[in-house]
């Protein structure tokens, strides 16, 4: 059975740093595009950062700049460096298939991210 396993969230202060991983089992990680996603409370669920199967990524316009997405297919696992945080990256951070809507893997637990002083 495919699954997705984020870590690395936690309470962090305004302008601080996180890396989040999200280690996915099976075969089929290398040929895929990933891509983190995040769902604040009373918010739906929003894309973060993608990454191809080749490397290439993109980023939502909020968090151009500050967070980088990379990949080890090596590893099975894509990360998601988050710097500079604000108090509005405070989510739960999931990562998934890009899109998300032809993605083989279900959602996974995900990971709280909360950005306060």
């Known amino acids: 059975q495919v699954q997705l396993v984020e870590s690395g969230g936690g309470l962090v202060q305004p302008g601080g740093s996180l890396r989040l991983s999200c280690a996915v089992s099976?075969?089929?990680?290398?040929?895929?595009?990933m891509g983190w996603y995040r769902q604040a409370p009373g918010k739906q669920r929003e894309l973060v950062a993608s990454i191809g199967s080749h490397g290439q990524t993109d980023f939502a316009d909020g968090v151009k700049g500050r967070f980088t997405i990379s990949r080890d297919n090596a590893k099975n696992t894509v990360y998601l460096q988050m710097n500079s945080l604000k108090p509005e990256d405070t989510a739960v951070y999931y990562c998934?298939?890009?899109?998300?809507?032809?993605?083989?893997?279900?959602w996974g637990q995900g990971t709280q991210v909360t950005v306060s002083s």
């Open positions: 099976g075969s089929i990680f290398s040929i895929y595009a």
């Open positions: 998934n298939g890009f899109p998300a809507y032809a993605s083989p893997y279900s």
